[in-house]
């Protein structure tokens, strides 16, 4: 089992910059792919970013290519969400999750393990 503790949300004015972390812990956290994930008011949850533990491989949601990039410290089994120009628009919860689909996965159901999610409010 994989526990996900998420941390770094916040206000930020628009353009600005904010790093969420991911702190993964559990036996065999380095097999799993981990995915952010966002969920604004109405909305439905939507993939942002994803990392592959092993390789460190990316891919990223079209929307925020060139905005945020996704990284993980392995000596200290973190993955960082890093989230420069900020849009009003990107305001959501943000969730970290992990999973071991062969490939990096988009799909909310592909991720097994969730965290609780941090909020980031982008004011305009």
């Known amino acids: 089992q994989v526990q996900l503790v998420e941390s770094g949300g916040g206000l930020v004015p628009a353009g600005g910059s904010l790093r969420l972390s991911c702190a993964a812990s559990?036996?065999?956290?380095?097999?799993?792919?981990v995915g952010w994930f966002r969920q604004a008011p109405g909305k439905e949850r939507e993939f942002v970013a994803a990392?592959?533990?092993?390789?460190?491989?990316?891919i990223y949601a079209d929307s925020v290519k060139g905005r945020f990039t996704i990284s993980r410290d392995n000596a200290k089994n973190t993955v960082y969400l890093q989230m420069n120009s900020l849009k009003p628009e990107d305001t959501a919860v943000y969730s970290c999750?992990?999973?071991?689909?062969?490939?990096?996965?988009?799909?909310?159901?592909?991720?097994?393990?969730w965290g609780q999610g941090t909020q980031v409010t982008v004011s305009s």
């Open positions: 999750a992990s999973g071991q689909t062969l490939g990096l996965s988009t799909r909310v159901e592909d991720y097994i393990y």
């Open positions: 990392i592959s533990w092993r390789s460190g491989r990316t």
């Open positions: 559990g036996r065999t956290v380095s097999s799993y792919n």
